[in-house]
């Protein structure tokens, strides 16, 4: 069983910026593919970006160029960091895991989930 703990969120104004970080409680970290999903109130659950294992990453397009997600190894945790932050940015984000460590973008593909965090961006 992995445990997944996102931290990092909170209210921001538009344009502003946050950097996620997800701590995993596993020593295979590194052989997982690692992701970031969000949820907006009334909406589906969506992709946002994914690492794999071996560090190609790959993003949902409305945040290209704005987010970056990264991986350490060593510290067994993953980051979003979140630049010019727009408010339909606003949602719960989660962290998610998944064994096979490729480049996966359906949430039903993976096998473990944080709690998520709450990010609010003002206008």
């Known amino acids: 069983q992995v445990q997944l703990v996102e931290s990092g969120g909170g209210l921001v104004q538009a344009g502003g910026s946050l950097r996620l970080s997800c701590a995993a409680s596993?020593?295979?970290?590194?052989?997982?593919?690692m992701g970031w999903f969000r949820q907006a109130p009334g909406k589906e659950r969506e992709f946002v970006a994914t690492i794999s294992r071996g560090g190609i990453t790959y993003y949902t397009d409305s945040v290209k160029d704005r987010f970056t997600i990264s991986r350490d190894n060593a510290k067994n945790a993953v980051y979003l960091q979140m630049n010019s932050l727009k408010p339909e940015d606003t949602a719960v984000y989660y962290c998610a895991a998944e064994r096979a460590g490729g480049i996966i973008v359906r949430a039903p593909s993976y096998d473990y989930w944080g709690q998520g965090t709450q990010v609010t961006v003002s206008s």
């Open positions: 596993t020593r295979t970290f590194s052989s997982y593919a």
